[in-house]
Protein backbone atom coordinates (compact mmCIF):
# COMPACT_ATOMS: atom_id res chain seq x y z
CA UNK A 1 0.00 0.00 0.00
CA UNK A 2 1.71 3.33 -0.78
CA UNK A 3 1.37 6.90 0.70
CA UNK A 4 -1.51 8.20 -1.39
CA UNK A 5 -3.31 5.01 -0.77
CA UNK A 6 -2.64 5.03 2.88
CA UNK A 7 -3.67 8.33 2.91
CA UNK A 8 -7.19 8.22 1.01
CA UNK A 9 -8.33 5.46 3.36
CA UNK A 10 -7.25 7.39 6.65
CA UNK A 11 -8.97 10.23 5.42
CA UNK A 12 -11.96 8.13 4.54
CA UNK A 13 -12.14 6.40 7.55
CA UNK A 14 -12.78 9.60 9.81
CA UNK A 15 -15.24 10.32 7.12
CA UNK A 16 -13.30 13.86 6.20
CA UNK A 17 -13.69 15.69 2.68
CA UNK A 18 -10.53 16.89 1.13
CA UNK A 19 -11.52 20.32 1.71
CA UNK A 20 -11.85 19.35 5.63
CA UNK A 21 -8.41 17.79 5.65
CA UNK A 22 -7.01 20.59 3.45
CA UNK A 23 -8.13 23.04 6.47
CA UNK A 24 -6.76 21.02 8.79
CA UNK A 25 -3.15 21.42 7.64
CA UNK A 26 -3.50 24.99 6.07
CA UNK A 27 -3.36 23.84 2.86
CA UNK A 28 -5.26 23.83 -0.33
CA UNK A 29 -7.73 21.03 -1.29
CA UNK A 30 -5.37 20.75 -4.42
CA UNK A 31 -2.23 20.00 -2.45
CA UNK A 32 -4.20 16.90 -0.34
CA UNK A 33 -5.39 15.78 -4.17
CA UNK A 34 -2.36 15.64 -5.90
CA UNK A 35 -0.71 13.76 -2.49
CA UNK A 36 -3.71 11.18 -3.19
CA UNK A 37 -3.34 10.90 -6.42
CA UNK A 38 0.57 10.14 -6.01
CA UNK A 39 1.38 13.18 -8.15
CA UNK A 40 3.87 15.23 -5.44
CA UNK A 41 4.49 13.87 -1.87
CA UNK A 42 4.02 16.64 0.59
CA UNK A 43 6.99 18.02 2.50
CA UNK A 44 7.91 16.52 5.59
CA UNK A 45 6.44 18.91 8.03
CA UNK A 46 3.07 17.94 6.32
CA UNK A 47 3.80 14.43 6.56
CA UNK A 48 4.42 14.61 10.77
CA UNK A 49 1.21 16.99 11.09
CA UNK A 50 -0.77 13.99 8.75
CA UNK A 51 0.72 10.96 11.20
CA UNK A 52 -0.88 13.08 14.03
CA UNK A 53 -3.85 14.26 12.56
CA UNK A 54 -4.72 9.98 11.94
CA UNK A 55 -2.78 9.17 15.29
CA UNK A 56 -0.27 7.09 12.83
CA UNK A 57 3.42 6.72 12.86
CA UNK A 58 5.45 7.98 10.16
CA UNK A 59 6.82 4.76 9.44
CA UNK A 60 3.19 3.48 8.98
CA UNK A 61 2.84 6.39 6.16
CA UNK A 62 5.91 6.40 3.84
CA UNK A 63 7.32 2.21 4.40
CA UNK A 64 4.99 0.47 2.28
CA UNK A 65 3.15 -3.03 2.99
CA UNK A 66 0.36 -5.28 3.25
CA UNK A 67 -0.26 -5.50 7.43
CA UNK A 68 -1.12 -1.67 7.04
CA UNK A 69 -3.67 -2.02 4.56
CA UNK A 70 -5.48 -4.19 7.19
CA UNK A 71 -5.06 -2.24 10.12
CA UNK A 72 -6.85 0.66 8.72
CA UNK A 73 -9.54 -1.45 7.41
CA UNK A 74 -9.64 -2.47 10.76
CA UNK A 75 -9.71 0.98 12.18
CA UNK A 76 -11.95 1.96 10.03
CA UNK A 77 -14.51 -1.06 11.21
CA UNK A 78 -13.89 -0.49 14.71
CA UNK A 79 -14.62 3.21 13.99
CA UNK A 80 -18.48 2.46 11.82
CA UNK A 81 -18.48 0.21 14.76
CA UNK A 82 -18.18 3.03 17.44
CA UNK A 83 -20.79 5.15 15.16
CA UNK A 84 -23.55 2.39 15.43
CA UNK A 85 -23.13 1.89 18.62
CA UNK A 86 -23.95 5.76 19.47
CA UNK A 87 -26.77 5.61 17.22
CA UNK A 88 -27.94 2.51 19.08
CA UNK A 89 -27.33 4.00 22.77
CA UNK A 90 -28.91 7.18 21.12
CA UNK A 91 -32.12 5.85 20.27
CA UNK A 92 -32.13 3.78 23.07
CA UNK A 93 -32.41 6.70 25.34
CA UNK A 94 -34.77 8.34 23.12
CA UNK A 95 -37.01 5.40 23.71
CA UNK A 96 -36.72 5.36 27.81
CA UNK A 97 -37.61 9.49 27.33
CA UNK A 98 -40.70 8.51 25.64
CA UNK A 99 -41.78 5.70 27.87
CA UNK A 100 -40.89 8.00 30.97
CA UNK A 101 -42.67 10.59 29.47
CA UNK A 102 -46.21 8.97 28.54
CA UNK A 103 -45.53 7.45 32.67
CA UNK A 104 -45.14 10.92 34.01
CA UNK A 105 -48.28 12.00 32.13
CA UNK A 106 -50.43 9.65 33.04
CA UNK A 107 -49.43 9.60 36.85
CA UNK A 108 -50.24 13.57 36.22
CA UNK A 109 -54.23 12.30 34.48
CA UNK A 110 -54.33 10.40 37.54
CA UNK A 111 -53.65 12.60 40.13
CA UNK A 112 -56.36 14.88 38.37
CA UNK A 113 -58.84 12.42 37.82
CA UNK A 114 -58.38 11.56 42.00
CA UNK A 115 -58.46 15.29 42.88
CA UNK A 116 -61.43 16.40 41.05
CA UNK A 117 -63.69 13.14 42.04
CA UNK A 118 -62.22 13.06 45.63
CA UNK A 119 -60.65 16.54 46.61
CA UNK A 120 -62.86 19.14 45.37
CA UNK A 121 -66.27 20.27 45.73
CA UNK A 122 -68.20 22.59 43.40
CA UNK A 123 -67.01 25.21 45.35
CA UNK A 124 -63.48 24.38 45.02
CA UNK A 125 -64.24 24.38 41.09
CA UNK A 126 -62.54 27.89 40.85
CA UNK A 127 -59.26 26.51 42.85
CA UNK A 128 -59.32 23.65 40.63
CA UNK A 129 -57.96 24.83 37.55
CA UNK A 130 -54.69 26.54 38.38
CA UNK A 131 -53.76 23.65 40.78
CA UNK A 132 -54.69 21.27 37.55
CA UNK A 133 -52.25 23.53 35.80
CA UNK A 134 -49.59 23.50 38.12
CA UNK A 135 -49.56 20.33 38.41
CA UNK A 136 -49.17 20.13 34.64
CA UNK A 137 -46.24 22.73 34.93
CA UNK A 138 -44.69 19.77 37.87
CA UNK A 139 -45.09 17.24 35.21
CA UNK A 140 -43.87 18.86 31.87
CA UNK A 141 -40.65 20.07 34.50
CA UNK A 142 -39.56 16.66 35.54
CA UNK A 143 -39.42 15.89 31.97
CA UNK A 144 -37.20 18.49 30.70
CA UNK A 145 -35.24 17.33 33.83
CA UNK A 146 -35.21 13.81 33.06
CA UNK A 147 -34.50 14.54 29.03
CA UNK A 148 -31.60 16.54 29.87
CA UNK A 149 -30.10 14.26 32.60
CA UNK A 150 -30.21 11.86 29.75
CA UNK A 151 -28.25 13.73 27.05
CA UNK A 152 -25.57 15.80 28.84
CA UNK A 153 -24.77 13.08 30.71
CA UNK A 154 -21.81 11.43 29.07
CA UNK A 155 -21.33 7.66 29.22
CA UNK A 156 -23.45 6.10 31.44
CA UNK A 157 -23.28 2.63 30.68
Known sequence: MEFSE??????KGRELTQE???EQLNVSRQSVSKWESGQVIPEVEKIIELSKAFNVTLDY???PSEIDEL???TDMLEQQQKQLLAKEQTRTKVYKNILYSAAVYLVFFAVCFLEHYFFFSFEWEAFGKPVI???FFIATA???VIW???F???RKN
Do not use: P
Request: no cysteine; aromatic share 4%; net charge positive.
Open 133 to 135: FAE
Open 71 to 73: SVK
Open 148 to 150: TKS
Open 152 to 154: TNK
Open 20 to 22: QLA
Open 61 to 63: LLK
Open 6 to 11: KLIALR
Open 142 to 144: ILI
